[in-house]
């Protein structure tokens, strides 16, 4: 939803995450979504850098049910689908999860080759990052539920000349 912001907990972390980066990052890209703002200035105030927004790096539009509690959700024959089937369902309105993975995967390749050999920070959410690391572990869309993305973890994408691959997937913040 937008307008959520990072509570005193999240800004902590974020802080821990920030300080694990290593090399320094040359960039630091953020979706627009006030969390994700708040998350990358702090990051790119550690290392003196502006924030770029990124629409690649935006939160699923969850269409009709942008607001609705998961309670609420629970009733809805469609909610149940979508989380049994996100290759092929779609929330009322939204955006497929095939769709969001097209959209991350090619903003971190077009990355990839602008800025090779550079350590890049986007941040993003949980289900841009779910789907890019699906990607990238050749994970099908329909086993979303095996693939955890915890608030404040850290994953890693390594580009060299033989393509782009997942190195780590949800670092948490060591507490």
């Known amino acids: 939803m937008p307008g959520v912001e990072l509570d005193d907990q999240g800004l902590r972390e974020v802080e821990i995450c920030a300080a ?89 390749a077009h990355l990839c080759d602008e800025r090779r050999g550079e350590c890049i920070v986007l941040v993003s959410h949980a289900e841009p990052i779910r789907a890019a690391i699906m990607h990238y572990a050749r994970i099908p869309l329909d086993e979303f539920h095996s693939v955890d993305v915890a608030p404040a973890s850290i994953s890693t994408l390594v580009a060299d000349s033989t393509g782009i691959k997942l190195h780590q997937a949800n670092q948490k913040v060591p507490a």
């Open 20 to 108: 694990l980066i290593d090399p320094a990052p040359t960039l630091v890209q953020s979706s627009p979504q006030l969390r994700a703002l708040q998350t990358a200035d702090i990051i790119a105030g550690r290392y003196r850098l502006p924030v770029e927004i990124a629409p690649a790096l935006d939160e699923l539009d969850a269409g009709d049910w942008t607001g609705r509690s998961f309670a609420e959700l629970e009733a809805d024959p469609i909610w149940r689908q979508w989380n049994e089937k996100r290759a092929s369902s779609t929330p009322p309105n939204g955006e497929r999860m095939a769709a969001v993975q097209q959209r991350i995967v090619s903003h971190i």
